[in-house]
């Protein structure tokens, strides 16, 4: 299918756990971004990516890495999840200076 | 880091009424866009807006890039019940490879019957 899809839509985790949350596109966009939502916070930039291999921390990085190997997927992982990273995750993707978002992961750490 | 002020928080409105928005920055922002979120779904673009003092339609929807580069607005023309969610406002820059979006709070816009 075309556009952006994140995977899963749902996850819960265990604190101390590492998990991946997944973005796929196919537009070909040269840039990736990963923002979480909270409620009193709005969207924060956690990574964004130029391009392949190119990536770079936004407002909020501290406890996630990411990666991008290809120009279509861009992972986000949470190496020790904590509580405080209980968020839905929104992954997008652009070319001009707009952004296109995928349908989101909520993420729950017990 | 920079800051956007979008007003107002909440609006309740009746059907067929103009709804208007705004966000307003201390810092300049070449571009300027508008979304809407749904519950349980990803924001969705509405407007884009490139030039400063650039004025652009989407059917019901204006939205202006203000001249200063400092503000924008979005006005939605005789609301019905599909309008509501939640509309957030974004200020770009771009410089080399850097590109970032800030995100406005979100305006909650309920329309009733």
């Known amino acids: 299918d075309a556009g952006i899809t994140q995977s899963p839509r749902y996850k819960i985790t265990e604190t101390g756990r590492q998990v991946t949350l997944m973005c796929h596109q196919t537009w070909s966009h040269s840039y990736m971004f990963w923002y979480r939502q909270d409620l009193g916070h709005g969207l924060r930039l956690i990574y964004y990516?130029?391009?392949?291999?190119?990536?770079d921390k936004g407002e909020v990085p501290d406890g996630y890495v990411v990666s991008r190997s290809k120009t279509e997927n861009f992972p986000l992982t949470l190496e020790s999840a904590t509580r405080s990273q209980t968020s839905v995750y929104f992954c997008?993707?652009?070319?001009?200076?707009?952004?296109?978002f995928g349908q989101g992961t909520r993420l729950t750490v017990v | 880091g920079q800051q956007l002020n979008q007003s107002p928080q909440s609006m309740f409105i009746q059907e067929g009424e103009d709804v208007s928005m705004n966000c307003t920055s201390s810092?300049?922002?070449?571009?300027w866009l508008w979304y809407k979120q749904d519950p349980g779904e990803g924001p969705v673009l509405l407007i884009a807006?490139?030039?400063?003092?650039e004025l652009t339609s989407n059917g019901r929807l204006t939205a202006q890039f203000g001249i200063t580069r400092k503000d924008s607005f979005l006005n939605i023309s005789a609301s019905i019940p599909s309008d509501v969610g939640i509309y957030f406002c974004a200020g770009g820059i771009s410089s080399g490879s850097a590109r970032q979006l800030t995100f406005g709070s979100g305006t909650q816009l309920t329309v009733l019957p």
């Open positions: 810092s300049i922002f070449n571009t």
């Open positions: 990516s130029a391009a392949a291999d190119i990536t």
């Open positions: 997008a993707s652009s070319e001009r200076g707009e952004a296109f």
């Open positions: 807006l490139y030039k400063a003092g």
